[in-house]
């Protein structure tokens, strides 16, 4: 069983429409949950990262943690063709030698105009 | 500011030759990772150097595989001897410390083994 399970997808939205991307996790260690962009033939960039469990709001995306299920989401609110991308979580223990970054495959998103 | 640069963007090689890749991390930052990524397995880490120290290899393959991040000039990726298994996007991210949660990865370089 891989440490970080996320469905490769893909998904297909139309514009305006809510969308959820989950990721599931085995290391209870894990403490920082990251979620990151990916645009084709680019590099992931960081959209937001939550500490622990909880909610956290940026504009159009909410990240959420619920570790007891060892589950977290991001949510993207009216959805934009702009917001097509691969979609990595990565998340890390706090400290000592498990501090690397264990990443997802990543989901595919269309949002379709 | 200028982000992190990668180079080359795309690099083809022969079964057998030598491949190096660079990584020219952000101003100020002086902690760089390496990580490969290929479709069906998503992001692996490699490696993870500071200044003119290796600190984490745990990812990196024993053989053929050497990375450094001298005091002058860019982080390097080594593969000698390359082989079809190789072909991958390689990627470098950089922070500006050990405790940042937060790394800047570049555009990434595309190998491909022939």
């Known amino acids: 069983q891989k440490e970080v399970e996320q469905d490769p997808g893909p998904l297909s939205v139309p514009e305006g429409a809510i969308v959820s991307l989950n990721c599931t996790y085995s290391n209870s260690a894990f403490q920082y949950f990251m979620w990151y962009r990916q645009y084709s033939r680019k590099g992931p960039e960081l959209l937001m990262y939550t500490y622990s469990s909880g ?27 702009s917001d097509s ?19 997802g495959l990543g989901t595919s998103l269309a949002v379709n105009p | 500011n200028a982000g992190v640069m990668q180079n080359p963007r795309h690099l083809v090689r022969r079964r057998g030759q030598e491949a190096r890749l660079r990584c ?26 500071q200044k003119e120290n290796i600190i984490d ?4 393959p024993k053989e053929r595989f050497s990375a450094e991040f001298p005091k002058e000039g860019p982080s390097i990726l080594r593969i000698q001897q390359v082989v079809r298994g190789d072909s991958a996007a390689y990627f470098c991210a950089s922070s500006p410390s050990r405790e940042d949660l937060e790394q800047y990865f570049g555009p990434g370089t595309r190998l491909t083994v022939t």
């Open chain 1, 55 to 81: 909610n956290k709001e940026d504009g159009r995306f909410t990240a959420q943690v619920d570790k007891s299920s060892k589950y977290i989401s991001l949510f993207i609110r009216d959805s934009q063709p």
């Open chain 1, 85 to 103: 991308a691969t979609y990595l979580c990565a998340m890390r223990a706090n400290a000592g030698n498990n501090r690397k970054l264990i990443w």
């Open chain 2, 24 to 49: 020219s991390p952000m101003k100020g930052h002086s902690h760089v990772y390496w990580y490969r990524q290929l479709p069906e397995e998503g992001l692996k880490f490699m490696v993870y150097l």
């Open chain 2, 57 to 60: 290899e745990s990812g990196m």
